[in-house]
Antibody, heavy 123, light 107 residues
């Protein structure tokens, strides 16, 4: 069965960096776009970033553009999110999710999610 | 940027009753709309995609309808495990946006 397991969260000071990882299993990882989605404590869901199956295409929310970098290693069935210049408003549970394409729009919904990893940005 | 508005924010329903949740887009998203269920402390789970297609393993009591700007998620007979927060998400345009959620609570 499809399994996504995030790791790497923790407490970091404002301006600091953190790298999240997501280990995928139960499907052919290299066939799928992947995404990071976050949820601030007590709040709703916010899409963060996409990466194409071959890493040729990446996309970011305006709120993280220039600070976060998504990447993947298909040989290791792993997805990553490098987060730099972290701010208090980046505090959230970060989920990795498998992305499924629309038949018509070229954009994606999310059919499998990991359990999430908590990132806390505080001094 | 499209705005996704869900209503009501909270819905109080007795077990066995029908629940109707609404999601409105500020401009047409065609049928590129998904619904997710999230229970406390858990990750979201995909329920519906393409506005009306149930995801794998989702019970038939969950149904989605609508197109364009108005969408509905109906739970025909609420079970105890259905009390949760429900989110809609549009994927017709960039960025993929979620609604603010509807909490379905026990009446």
């Amino acid at each position: 069965q499809v399994q996504l397991v995030e790791s790497g969260g923790g407490l970091v000071k404002p301006g600091g960096s953190l790298r999240l990882s997501c280990a995928a299993s139960g499907f052919t990882f290299s066939d799928y776009y992947m995404s990071w989605i976050r949820q601030a404590p007590g709040k709703g869901l916010e899409w963060v970033s996409y990466i194409s199956s071959s890493s040729s295409y990446t996309n970011y929310a305006d709120s993280v553009k220039g600070r976060f970098t998504i990447s993947r290693d298909n040989a290791k069935n792993s997805l990553y999110l490098q987060m730099n210049s972290l701010r208090a408003e980046d505090t959230a549970v970060y989920y990795c999710a498998r992305a499924e394409p629309s038949d018509s729009s070229g954009w994606y919904y999310f059919d499998y999610w990991g359990q999430g990893t908590l990132v806390t940005v505080s001094s | 940027e499209i705005v996704m508005t869900q209503s009501p924010a909270t819905l109080s329903v007795s077990p066995g009753e029908r629940a109707t949740l609404s999601c409105r887009a500020s401009q047409s998203v065609s049928s590129n709309l998904a619904w997710y269920q999230q229970k406390p402390g858990q990750a979201p789970r995909l329920l519906i995609y393409g506005a009306s297609t149930r995801a794998t393993g989702i019970p038939a009591r969950f149904s989605g309808s609508g197109s364009g700007t108005e969408f509905t998620l109906t739970i025909s007979s609420l079970q105890s495990e259905d009390f949760a927060v429900y989110y809609c998400q549009q994927y017709n345009n960039w960025p993929p946006l979620f609604g603010g959620g509807t909490k379905v609570e026990i009446k």
